[in-house]
Each structure stands twice: as structure tokens, then as C-alpha cells.
């Protein structure tokens, strides 16, 4: 090997140049970090002490944010009247979207398991919401929830109701959000369940057979302790992202009717941004609050991973 | 449950569960193919057809001036434009940084490479909504808002993708790598006529990752992109909506424009998302 060896490469024996070389290498790697360790400390790192540091300031009379008002926002935050209604609304919305999403989900992807013809075109055809944003989504159903001329209040009138305010009921409208939403996410999560599903070998279904299991015992006992890991990424990943999401309720509801739909995240924009109110302070405490949720849920995913999801 | 599934094929009394099979999978089918469908019919509605009620769910006379009449709403060329401009940046820039980096982690001695790699672990944990106000005083005050540098600075490397790439690279042979070192290959020589061609498909994975996300963003477009022709598509789409809720055919028009290039993505290369998308939920 070393025959056809050019140059000084390899020569280099002394344990001197080995400490230099092994300091060049050190060099090496860390102008290839460079790039992206540029770009996280300017629009990651530092965002994130100035996001603690805004939490901690008040706006001055040109509407800076450059008074230091120490814990008052956070005391306003918590002892106001609106935080318990927006926690609320943000955690009712991650369950209303998460389970039933990846509920669906599953259950569709088990029954694509099934060998018959034509299942390449149903699962095209699941897969198709995929092809939209939250933003293009959110504008069709804005259409399809309109309560005058919308079709889903033209299916309600045909079966006789009166149909439903989707959007502009307080009780509804976060429900409404959420179908959106299911909707939207439903490919994804069929993508990545039947992934899961089509790497689980059939010598164990055949084997488990020949020992007299079948039916939901087989689905219990194979199918859902191998599917863990697909399920446990699903569930985390959809919960977080509910925690985020602001498109649907920005399009559709602007927050409202009466608050109801102002999750963590629309109630920052808000608070930041809508409307010219510029409250960069108060804002900036519930993305702390945000960050810290968000924090914990990892956490536990990590935690989780380590010890109980079992991976192939 | 799965018993009846898998054995369906080959159990000639699954006869009955496999119509039911058919059965329950077209009605799911109609229900999540209906608001495409609807998008479709309806941009080529009258407006006196799409405001009817009870509403038609076909046109009854096609009236395809819907499309015509959407760019005279919104400058829908230029912010296609802009979209593409925005996601192709993001997307070479996420690529190139992140080979980069992957390329570090998994070949290179370096001091602190556990604290630095926790560093690009430690980004993918920040949920990006509770920075976005720094971030967006920053471009203020930096003059760019209404440029594509704000659309495009904050997304220019990327902790999982980097992530992704090194699991992928560590995959190569070492020994490989050092017959290749000890012909003279240099670390980037190497890196571009090697390792890049052999882990094309991780590459690719990312890309669509990288670009998907990138063409559906909306929370930040939002707030730093007040022109309309510094805007991207996806903004431009819902201004139409809340600009002129009567002309509701040409809304629908623009959004089948927008998710044109995405639809034919979904449907001629499922694999090919099915890589990228997966790509977090497999290790």
C-alpha cells in the first residue's frame, strides 16, 4: 500500500508534526463547521438571548424596546386574564390535531397493507393533500368552511340543518382549525406509517400464524410494538408542530371569534405584530414560555427514545 | 384485524373482506380527494356558479378567464418568481453547509467535537417561532426587509440536515478514505469527487426536505416581505383571499397555480418524497 504512496503524506512519524498535524487536522474540521456555525450564532443563538433579554424590557416612548422592567411581563402574563385561555387553546388544539390525526393515519396505513389491486392509486390518492401549503389549504378551506355559500354547508342543507358558523362560532372554529389541519398533515403521516408498516418482514406475521395467533392479537403482539418507533417520532413531531402552527389560524380565523382560536404562537405574532401594537416585551415572554414547552417535549422524546421504543 | 389484511390475497373467502376493504378505502378516498377536486372544478367556475347555493360542484360552463383574471389581482408571475429564488437559495445553501459540516463530524479529529455537534443538535430544539421577533428587529434594523436576504439568512444551514448527512457518511468505508488520502486526495477533492456522487440519494433526500420546507414557509414571509413583489407565492395566495372574497374562482385558480408544481412532485415522484420526508422518522 504505502508502494505507490507520493510525497510527504505519509512520512510523517515524529510525534512532533503528529501534535502539528493533529492540530492542522483540528483546524481542518472546524473551517468546515464555519459556515454553519456563522449562521446559527447570528439567527439562532444570539435571537435566543435576545428573545430572554426583550422578555425583561419594555417599549420607551418611540417604541423601543429599551426599558428594563425586570419580571413585569411575565408577572402580567401570568396574573392576566387572557394566558390561561390561550395555554388552553394551544394545548386543546395539539390534542384535537395529533390524535386523530395519526389515528387516521394508522388506520388507513393498515388497511393499504392489504394485497389487492389498485392499492398504488389509493395511496397516490391519500398522499395527494401533500401538494398543498398551509397557506393554499388554508385558503380552500377558508372556502369550504364559508357559511353562505361554502360547500360543507351545502352537504349540511341537503341532509336538512340549518349548517354551522365553522369559522365564526367560538365553539367551533378551533375544531374547524383542526380538520383543516388533520387534513393537511393526513399524507405525511400515511408516508411515514406505511414506511414503517412495509419494513416489518412477513416471516413474523407467517410465524405468529403457525401459532394459532391471528386477528388483533397479531396487530397487538407484531404490528404496534414494531410500528413504536414510526408512532412515537409521529406523535412528537405532529405535537410540536401543533404547538406552531400559525398559517390556518392566521388565514382563517385571525385569532378569533372571541379569542377562541389564539394559540401561544398567534398570540405572540399579535402581541408583536398585528395591528401595529408593537408589545415586543410581553411577546417575548410567551416565547419564552413557548421555548420552554417546547424543551420539555424534547426532552422527554430523547428520554423515551433512550429507554423504552424499540429499534430495529 | 391484520390477520384478515395480509391474508386477503391469498384467502379465497376474504371475498367479502376485500370488498369491504374497497369499500371503506373509496369513501376515505372521496373525502380527502374532494377539496382538491373542488379547487380544480371551482377555478374554472363562473362567479355566479361558485357564489350559488346549495353550491355546484362542477362547472356548468367552464370559465377558465379565472386564471386570466388572477394575475390582474396579484403580481402572481413575479412572486412565482420570488418563491423559486427563495426555496432554490435555501435549499444549494442547506446542501453545500451542510455537507460541509457532516463532512467534519464524521471524518475529522477536531477539540470539543461533542460540544460542537450538541451545538448543531441544540437548533433543531429551538422552535423557530420563539425567535422570529429578534430575528425580525434585526432585519429592521439592517434595512432588508423587503429583500430576498431576509427571506433567505436566517435558513442558510441546517441542524438536521447536517444531522442526516453524518449518519450517512459515516456509512462510507474508512478504509476506503485512506486509500484515497494516500493517492494524494485532499480533503475537498475528496468531498466532491468521491463521497458527493456515492451519497447522492442522502443528498437528494435532504434537498426535497430543504425545498418543501422552504416553498411552504409562511409565518416569516409574512412579516418581512411588505411589497407584493417582494412576496412569495404563498403569501401572495391568502392576500387574494382576504382581498376579494367574491371572486372566489380566480382565488381557486390561483391556488391551483401555486400547488402545481408540488401536485405533480406527489404524483410521479412519491419515492422520491417518501426519501425525503422519511428521512427523519427512519434512523
Known amino acids: ?51 430572554f433579554s426583550l422578555s425583561v424590557h419594555s417599549n420607551d416612548i418611540i417604541g423601543r424596546p429599551t426599558l428594563f422592567v425586570g419580571l413585569e411581563n411575565y408577572v402580567a402574563m401570568l396574573t392576566g386574564p387572557d394566558f390561561r385561555l390561550v395555554l388552553w387553546t394551544t394545548f386543546s388544539f395539539a390534542i384535537i ?42 385558503v380552500v378551506f377558508s372556502v369550504l368552511f364559508n357559511s353562505a355559500v361554502g360547500v360543507l354547508n351545502g352537504f349540511l342543507y341537503q341532509l336538512g340543518s340549518a349548517g354551522l358558523n365553522w369559522l365564526t362560532d367560538p365553539g367551533i372554529a378551533l375544531i374547524s382549525i383542526a380538520i383543516a389541519t388533520v387534513w393537511l398533515q393526513l399524507g405525511y403521516d400515511l408516508l411515514v406509517l406505511a414506511a414503517g408498516l412495509g419494513a416489518i418482514p412477513d416471516e413474523l406475521y407467517e410465524a405468529a400464524r403457525l401459532d394459532g395467533a391471528s386477528g388483533w392479537r397479531l396487530a397487538r403482539s407484531i404490528t404496534l410494538p414494531l410500528l413504536a418507533p ?55 415572554a410567551e416565547a419564552v414560555v413557548l421555548l420552554l414547552i417546547v424543551l420539555v417535549i424534547t426532552t422527554i422524546q430523547f428520554g423515551i427514545l433512550e429507554r423504552r421504543v424499540f429499534y430495529r | 384485524m391484520m390477520g384478515w389484511l395480509r391474508s386477503a390475497r391469498a384467502d379465497p373467502a376474504g371475498a367479502i373482506g376485500r370488498v369491504l376493504i374497497y369499500l371503506i378505502l373509496a369513501i376515505v378516498a372521496i373525502v380527502i380527494v374532494f377539496p382538491l377536486y373542488y379547487t380544480i372544478a371551482g377555478s374554472f367556475m363562473t362567479p355566479g356558479d ?47 453547509t451542510a455537507t460541509l459540516a457532516a463532512y467534519g463530524f464524521a471524518f475529522l479529529r477536531m477539540p470539543w467535537k461533542r460540544f460542537w455537534f450538541g451545538l448543531f443538535l441544540a437548533t433543531m430544539m429551538v422552535p423557530w417561532e420563539a425567535i422570529i421577533i429578534p430575528n425580525y ?96 407565492i404563498q403569501i401572495g395566495i391568502s392576500q387574494l383571499q382576504s382581498v376579494d372574497t367574491n371572486d372566489l374562482g380566480s382565488v381557486m385558480a390561483g391556488v391551483v397555480l401555486a400547488i402545481l408544481p408540488t401536485l405533480v412532485l406527489v404524483i410521479f415522484g412519491q419515492r422520491f418524497i417518501v426519501r425525503g420526508l422519511t428521512a427523519g422518522a427512519l434512523k
Open chain 1, 1 to 51: 500500500m504505502t508502494g505507490n504512496a507520493t510525497s510527504a503524506a505519509p512520512s510523517r512519524v515524529s510525534t512532533v508534526s503528529a501534535a502539528r498535524a493533529s492540530r492542522r487536522e483540528g483546524m481542518t474540521a472546524f473551517l468546515f463547521l464555519l459556515p454553519s456555525l456563522v449562521v446559527f450564532l447570528v439567527f439562532v443563538f444570539y435571537p435566543l438571548v435576545q428573545s
Open chain 1, 97 to 138: 390535531t395529533v390524535v386523530p390525526g395519526i389515528g387516521i393515519a394508522l388506520g388507513l396505513a393498515l388497511l393499504l397493507t392489504a394485497r389487492i389491486r389498485g392499492i398504488r392509486f389509493f395511496r397516490t390518492a391519500f398522499a395527494l393533500p401533500f401538494a398543498f401549503s398551509v397557506a393554499t389549504s388554508a
Open chain 1, 230 to 284: 414510526q408512532l412515537f417520532f409521529l406523535i412528537v413531531v405532529s405535537t410540536i408542530q401543533s404547538l406552531q402552527n400559525f398559517g390556518q389560524i392566521y388565514i382563517l380565523t385571525r385569532g378569533g371569534p372571541s379569542n377562541s382560536t389564539t394559540t401561544l404562537v398567534y398570540s405572540i405574532y399579535s402581541k408583536a405584530f398585528a395591528f401595529g401594537s408593537s408589545d415586543f416585551g410581553f411577546a417575548s
Open chain 2, 50 to 96: 361558485i357564489n350559488s347555493f346549495p353550491p355546484s360542484l362542477y362547472p356548468h360552463e367552464l370559465h377558465p378567464q379565472n386564471y386570466q383574471t388572477v394575475f390582474d389581482l396579484i403580481p402572481l408571475g413575479q412572486q412565482y418568481l420570488n418563491s423559486i429564488i427563495q426555496s432554490g437559495t435555501i435549499t444549494i445553501a442547506e446542501l453545500l
Open chain 2, 137 to 232: 428587529l434585526m432585519m429592521a434594523d439592517a434595512g432588508l426587509i423587503n429583500t430576498y436576504f431576509a427571506l433567505v439568512l436566517p435558513f442558510l444551514a441546517t441542524g438536521f440536515g447536517t444531522f442526516l448527512l453524518r449518519q450517512a457518511f459515516l456509512t462510507f468505508p474508512q478504509d476506503l478514505r485512506d486509500a484515497a488520502f494516500i493517492d494524494g486526495c485532499g480533503h475537498l477533492r475528496f468531498l466532491v469527487q468521491v463521497l458527493v456522487p456515492l451519497q447522492r440519494p442522502a443528498l437528494a433526500a435532504l434537498g426535497v426536505f430543504a425545498f418543501l420546507g422552504a416553498w411552504n414557509q409562511y409565518f416569516w414571509p409574512l412579516l418581512v416581505t411588505q411589497n407584493p413583489q417582494m412576496q412569495t
